[in-house]
């Protein structure tokens, strides 16, 4: 309390001492991106002592106001636009790190989504957009940054560090609106909702849209609301100027919809420090050169600044107003919470995986700030909820925090496209339909295809999420694929004789169970139970028809998996580390493909256990190189089925590569082996890298050779080689990859090209 007053009492101080001095007040033009030009100029008049009385922005401009007027240092501001989450929050998206890993386990990735409602009459099937990036981040953002200082200031701008106003433009009255006071989160998000961009802000009775539509440069604002004695303009755009062919979207939107603004300075008793950034309103990937622009050209004015201001402050005044200022900020910690709009039970639903109760003491749980919003990303990547601009209001008695927000349900019906694009036969079309219903606990019922003329697979079944003392899931399906390697081409570009023709087809159903244990972790209980079907050339080398093998089977795994791995396919940064075991007990049937049934039948079981590990991580003195690697370990005590085909083809791989999933390679299949590789990679541009493997395996050795590679004794060595030029675009990855089996010859060379996602179905049998 004591440190509180006397930093209170400072600031006061330092204000009485400017109210016989000049006032200087800043404002500071909208461009989307082209305003973080703002934070090079602030830089530069802390850095040469400019005082800075008053501040006033629109849009972009608000923002960097705001973020002064609320105590934010140039530098801060700096480091938080350099880190890159601005461009995170204007995104649009969710990143993966904060959904829960749980919630993604049988998920398929896919070119496009479509979202129909199905099953309600109050609502329309087709639910047009009304924006075209969701602000979920933003809100959030805006929310972290400024709600404490809204607190501090008891909602009035003119008690922040910085007296402070924006502009925001009412669409209703066709007018601007000038914000002094209320929530400066909403103030902010009302002044940068830039039409079919962002959904706009309802305040009372205004629909407020970005103040750039009706004042992008609020001096007059400014001087009317504080009086300075010396205005400075910090401008980041061209003026008033036309859409061109050359415009982004998001640029030719924003200038349709501008009307004129005046950004001429009173003579006299102002300077302009101006710069028509050259970037798009969304290009937050050049913020350092942006930033330093601002820096450079407010100091090629400061001479002329200096000369009009009669008074400078030290580093030590601005770091004592900034500290006086923090310290009446109270710390964003929330312990009461406001879930509005859906049903009572979906209500209950979003409190449970937000972690909002203490079941057991039956109170609201205490959270700071990034554990509140974690929760909620994890709640809303999955799509299920849209959540409307979140109010944040501080009780002086308990010392904490309400969060209120509105929550709307998604269209329930999920219609799914994607595939892959192959230079080889492994082409498939991918096409999932799903339908979740949230009540109580979520449920979803689906169906999701692959078609392909090698390899086609699917499955029908459901999902069911519930809360119990942690977040469960219950899953059940029924699956079945077929492949056949008999036909087509894989790529080779010499001979080969690591592959065998073959034919495998597997119909079975599973039941599993499965609980996080950290975010990113889980633990789960899988049970299958089918048949699988092996069709191979037969030892009679006259024979035109296959042997056949049929292993009807029930199977139980339990399994520990983490993963943080950046991408579905080709991952650039993060890890995977499995440790499963399992057990499976069934019947071996062979018939011969001059037998009219099953000549034998036999009861096969075996157990085992497999661990891998994959990692991927940066070298920090080579921003552009990164390294991998790879282990697989298998060790089980499976049995010798009625045939060594059918004993090989239900062996554990080792596929460390996408290619060496596409076919059918004997050496690489082994009751007990141990696996492992290097990736080196080398970025050469954003999302285009050049990525290099090179793996070994060894296995113990076998007592006979696969029927195509009679000649030789068995190895236990094996190798892979792989380099690939990969790029991931918004839809999927594209990869062009030369593969290179074994070591001893120039044969068993592949190349392949694949654009999309090459899924393969679950196995049965597990391994």
């Known amino acids: 309390m004591f440190r509180k007053t006397l930093a209170f009492l400072l600031l006061m101080l330092l204000a009485a001492g400017s109210v016989s001095g000049q006032r200087v007040g800043v404002v500071m033009s909208g461009g989307g991106a082209k305003g973080l030009y703002h934070i090079g100029v602030l830089e530069a008049f802390e850095e040469c002592g400019v005082p800075i009385d008053y501040v006033a922005g629109t849009s972009m401009g608000s923002i960097i106001a705001a973020m002064y007027a609320a105590g934010y240092s140039p530098a801060e501001m700096r480091e938080i636009v350099s880190s890159g989450v601005v461009k995170e929050w204007v995104s649009g998206r969710i990143d993966s790190r904060y959904t829960a890993y749980y919630r993604q386990v049988g998920r398929l990735p896919s070119f496009v989504t479509f979202r129909l409602n199905l099953g309600d009459d109050s609502v329309k099937l087709f639910r047009t957009p009304t924006n075209l990036i969701s602000s979920t981040q933003i809100d959030m953002a805006l929310t972290e940054l400024f709600a404490p200082a809204t607190a501090a200031c ?17 669409m209703n009255a066709r007018e601007p609106v000038v914000l002094r006071s209320g929530d400066l989160s909403e103030a902010v998000r009302s002044s940068m909702s830039i039409p079919l961009v962002f959904k706009p802000m309802k305040v009372d009775s205004m629909l407020l849209y970005d103040g750039g539509i009706y004042d992008n440069f609020p001096w007059r604002s400014l001087d009317v609301g504080f009086r300075p004695d010396l205005l400075i303009g910090s401008i980041c755009t061209e003026g008033d100027t036309p859409p061109s062919e050359e415009s982004s979207l998001f640029d030719q939107a924003f200038m ?22 050259d970037v798009n309103m969304l290009d937050f990937d050049r913020a350092e050169e942006i930033m330093d622009a601002g820096y450079a050209d407010a100091m090629a004015m400061m001479p002329e600044i200096l000369e009009r201001i009669r008074d400078r402050r030290t580093p030590e005044q601005y770091a004592a107003r900034r500290e006086a200022f923090r310290a009446r900020c109270p710390e964003l ?15 209950e639903y979003i409190r449970d995986f937000l972690k909002l109760d203490d079941k057991r003491h039956g109170d609201e749980r205490e959270l700071t700030f990034t554990q509140l919003r974690d929760n909620l990303y994890s709640v809303l990547a999955d799509g299920d909820f849209s959540m409307e601009f979140p109010r944040a209001r501080y009780d002086s008695v308990s010392g904490c925090y309400l969060f209120r927000a509105r929550f709307v349900t998604k269209p329930n019906f999920r219609l799914q496209v994607g595939g892959n694009v192959s230079s080889t036969a492994f082409n498939q079309a991918y096409i999932g339909a799903n339908y979740r219903r949230i009540g109580r606990v979520a449920q979803s019922l689906g169906v999701d295809l692959y078609l392909g003329p090698l390899y086609t697979w699917g499955t029908v079944g459901g999902r069911t999420d519930f809360y119990m003392w942690k977040p469960l899931f219950l899953d059940y399906s029924y699956n079945f694929s077929v492949k056949n390697y008999r036909h087509g081409s894989f790529g080779n570009v010499t001979k080969v004789n690591n592959i065998q023709p073959i034919k495998q087809s597997a119909s079975f159903l599973s039941l599993g169970v499965g609980m996080p244990l950290t975010q990113r972790s889980l633990f789960s209980l899988r049970a299958n139970g089918g048949h699988v079907n092996y069709r191979y050339d037969s030892e009679d080398f006259l024979a035109d028809e296959t042997d056949h093998s049929r292993f009807s089977f029930f199977g ?23 440790l499963s075991a399992i057990y499976l007990v069934g019947r071996d049937k062979y018939e011969p493909y001059d037998a009219s049934r099953f000549v034998t039948k036999h009861l096969r079981q075996w157990g085992g256990v497999r661990f891998t590990y994959e990692k991927y991580f940066d070298v920090p003195s080579c921003p552009w190189f990164s390294f991998g690697f790879n282990v697989d370990g298998v060790y089980t005590n499976h049995p010798d089925f009625s045939t060594d085909n059918a004993t090989l083809m239900s062996m554990p791989a080792y596929e460390p590569v ?3 999933k596409m076919i059918y390679m004997p050496d690489f299949r082994a009751k007990r082996f141990v696996g492992g590789g290097v990736m080196p990679t080398f970025d050469l541009y954003p999302n285009l890298f050049f990525r290099t493997g090179f793996y070994t395996m060894y296995r113990e050795r076998r007592g006979f050779r696969p029927l195509d590679n009679m000649t030789g004794s068995d190895r236990n060595w094996h190798f892979i080689a792989e380099a690939s030029l990969v790029y991931h675009t918004p839809i999927g990855p594209v990869s062009l990859a030369l593969t290179k089996y074994e070591v001893d010859s120039w044969k068993n060379m592949y190349l ?14 597990f391994y």
């Open 154 to 170: 008891g909602g009035d701008f003119d008690e922040l560090m910085v007296p402070f106003l924006c502009v925001a433009s009412d």
């Open 752 to 765: 392949t090209f694949n654009f999309g996602y090459a899924i393969f179905a679950p196995k049965g049998t």
């Open 658 to 660: 996408s290619h060496s």
């Open 256 to 277: 349709l919809a501008m009307h004129g603004t005046d950004y001429e300075l009173p003579r006299g008793r102002s300077v302009t420090v101006r710069r028509a950034v």
């Open 333 to 347: 910690r929330f312990d009461r919470y406001q879930i509005e709009g859906l049903t009572e039970a979906q209500r």
């Open 556 to 578: 139980l795994k339990g399994e520990i998996e983490r993963n943080t791995f950046d991408k579905w396919l080709y991952p650039r940064r993060g890890s995977n580390l499995t």
